[in-house]
Each structure stands twice: as C-alpha cells, then as structure tokens.
C-alpha cells in the first residue's frame, strides 16, 4: 500500500512538471478571462492562442492572439478579435511588469490593451499575490491560490479582481468580475505546451472555449 500510494505521488508530481507560462485570456493578453494579471511572459517566450465564445443572445465571437515576452517584464501582442456579424478588428497590446512579487509584496504591472482604439482602448494597473506560501510536497509546488486586483478604464470600466488557484502547472482554475460581468474557467495544460481553456462569461450566459501554444525561444 505504502508503494502504491509512493507511485501515486511521483505519477503527480511528473503530471505537475510541466513548464510554466503566462496563459492568455479570452482577450488575447496574458490574464484570467476577461481580466489582466501582473503576470507577464518571461523573456524569449511567446504563445499563439485561438478562442471562440458562443453568445446566448447570438452574435457570437471568436478571437485569435499572438504575445511575447520581449524584455524582462515586458510583454507585447496582437489579436484580431471578429464578432459573428461585423468585420474582425486588430488590437495591439502591451504590458510591464515593474515589480515582481516577494513574501510580503505583490507583483505589479501596467499595460494597455487596443493601444490604436479600433474597438476601446484599456489601460490598466493591476497587482496580483499569493494569498499564502504555495502548498509544496517535496519541493514541488501544488497549490498557488493568487488574488488579482486592478483598475482600468475601456473595456474594463474601472475596478476589477479576480482568483485563481494553480493545481501545479497542471491547471489553473479561475473566477473574476471584469468590471461589469461574473466570470469562470479553467486552464488545463496537456504537455509542456499546450492550454486548453474554457468558461462561462457575462454572467455566465455565455460559453467560450480556447487553445493556446506556448514555446521558449
């Protein structure tokens, strides 16, 4: 018994080794859902991603995001974002990360989604910190409840948070209040690689489902 649940754990902890990045949101920047975190891509890593939310009022939508980490903290992108009855719009984005996240301080960052205004230009701060030490079994982080917190203007119309909680590198669930709709998801990582993601939005009266790449350099 004692072997089998020995097994158990490494089988785990391998499942949980997978390398970690800074997934994209449904908005193409790196985030939860809606929301922006102070995260950002570290240097060198870069990711694609594809989503498409399915509206119960129709109009539907789908989305396609590329970023990267270009200087330490510093992180740029692009998506084309295309609602079901209109033409597709591309948004550039970017953010910086100013200071990491320690014991006692939190991580912090600015940034700017739609820097050219095509649909409504959102700048924002943010900070985001681990509620408590990650949850370790030797040495091998396993749980890392995190609260983010910020303010913008656009399409974030002013105060918005969010928690997420990291099960290892092998998902991530998340809820968040955008500033003006509930939202709720989850991030699966298959691989080193690649992120399935998937959640309810506005409220919850919408549905969205998205993959994403994710590489070094």
Do not use: W
């Not at 009022?57 to 789908?62: M, R, S, V």
């Not at 990650?134 to 890392?144: A, D, R």
């Not at 992120?195 to 994403?212: C, E, K, M, T, Y």
């Amino acid at each position: 018994m004692r072997m089998i649940l020995q097994v158990s754990l490494i089988c785990a902890l391998l499942l949980f080794a997978a390398a970690a990045f800074a997934g994209p949101s449904f908005r193409g920047y790196s985030g939860l859902i809606n929301i922006p975190t102070a995260d950002s891509l570290d240097t060198g890593d870069y990711n694609f991603a594809a989503f498409a939310v399915q509206a119960d009022k129709g109009n539907d939508q789908t989305l396609l995001a590329a970023n990267i980490g270009l200087l330490p903290g510093l992180e740029i992108g692009a998506a084309s974002e295309k609602p079901e009855h209109g033409d597709s719009e591309l948004l550039l984005n970017g953010k910086y990360r100013f200071q990491s996240e320690g014991l006692i301080r939190p991580e912090l960052a600015v940034g700017i989604a739609d820097l050219t205004d095509e649909l409504d230009s959102t700048p924002y701060f943010v900070l985001s910190k681990s509620l408590r030490p990650p949850l370790q079994v030797l040495h091998h982080e396993i749980l890392n409840p995190r609260v983010h917190l910020g303010i913008g203007g656009g399409r974030l119309d002013g105060a918005f948070a969010g928690v997420s909680a990291g099960i290892g590198n092998a998902a991530t669930l998340m809820a968040e209040h955008d500033g003006t709709h509930l939202n709720a998801g989850v991030r699966f990582s298959i691989g080193p690689m690649l992120q399935i993601h998937a959640a309810a939005l506005n409220d919850f009266d919408d549905f969205g489902l998205g993959l994403s790449l994710n590489r070094r350099l």
